[in-house]
């Protein structure tokens, strides 16, 4: 990173690591009833049960699925051991920068599409592509309720856009009530000459419209300003090789 930065005159004091499914753990918990102090111990105890014998305990942040009030909380919580975060701040350090956060990279493109007043309708589905995958953020309006990783299995955008549709029909068949929200909204990552097969496929297929999300040239107006950007400026680190 250190060299584009350069060679652009951009000075960048802050990384925010975005980890993938394969370097980050997830875990989703179904809690007993609890008061929100009592809500960090609970997802602490169960994800240290997770990790089994290890001598040091992970860190773990999380967050609660909004649900019924007396029923049982849904949890999302994200772990990593504390070896490795120590080894990502060194690595980091190590470029002058400071690492600012640690998140996943499922979450990431939810903040784009609040900023753009996306995720309005009771349905969404974020699709964003990688080398060899595809990750799934399903939504019920701002609420992430699954997040899905699923391994490209062929170069054909007609068998992706099956897969892609078949795994978002799954999740919706897994939850009570979400069968009646409606047909889901696709929020698809990337530019339209780069993925022109798969987004005619996914049109082709029995499921909600689609709209294409361009992640810099889609940035709210209001925060392109070049105060704006000299107070935001950081860098947004993907470890497998993607940058944005």
Same mark, same amino acid.
């Given at each position: ?7 652009? +005159? ?11 499914? @394969? ?28 990790? !089994?014998? $290890? ?6 942040? &999380? ?17 990593? @051991?504390?070896?490795?975060?120590? *080894? ?38 974020? #699709?964003?592509? &990688? ?21 490209? @299995? @062929? ?14 029909? *799954? ?10 929200? !409606? ?6 990552? !990337?530019?339209?000459?780069? +993925?022109? !097969? ?8 029995? #499921? ?13 107006? $209001? ?14 680190? +993907? ?6």
């Amino acid at each position: 990173l250190t060299s584009p930065l350069a060679s652009s +005159h951009l000075t960048c004091r802050r990384i925010v690591l975005l980890l993938s499914r @394969s370097e980050l753990e997830l875990s989703t918990l179904n809690l007993p009833p609890a008061e929100p102090d009592e809500i960090p111990s609970l997802v602490a105890a169960e994800v240290e049960q997770q990790f !089994g014998d $290890s001598t040091v305990a992970p860190l773990v942040d &999380y967050f609660v699925v909004p649900g019924a009030a007396g029923s049982t909380t849904d949890v999302m919580a994200f772990s990593l @051991s504390s070896e490795l975060v120590s *080894r990502w701040q060194e690595i980091v350090r190590r470029t002058g920068m400071q690492l600012a956060a640690i998140s996943s990279r499922q979450l990431a493109p939810l903040g784009i599409l609040r900023r753009r007043g996306d995720l309005q309708l009771p349905l969404s589905v974020a #699709i964003s592509l &990688y080398s060899g995958e595809v990750e799934l953020t399903l939504c019920k309006r701002e609420t992430p309720l699954f997040l899905r990783t699923l391994r490209v @299995s @062929s170069d054909d955008p007609r068998t992706l856009a099956e897969q892609i549709v078949l795994e978002i029909q *799954r999740c919706i068949a897994l939850t009570s009530g979400l069968d009646r929200a !409606g047909a889901p909204e696709l929020l698809l990552f !990337g530019r339209e000459d780069e +993925h022109r !097969g798969l987004i005619e496929a996914l049109q082709e297929q029995p #499921i909600g419209s689609l709209k294409v999300v361009h992640p810099l040239q889609d940035w709210p107006e $209001s925060e392109r300003s070049n105060a704006a950007f000299e107070e935001q400026l950081q860098v947004v680190a +993907h470890p497998s090789g993607d940058r944005k």
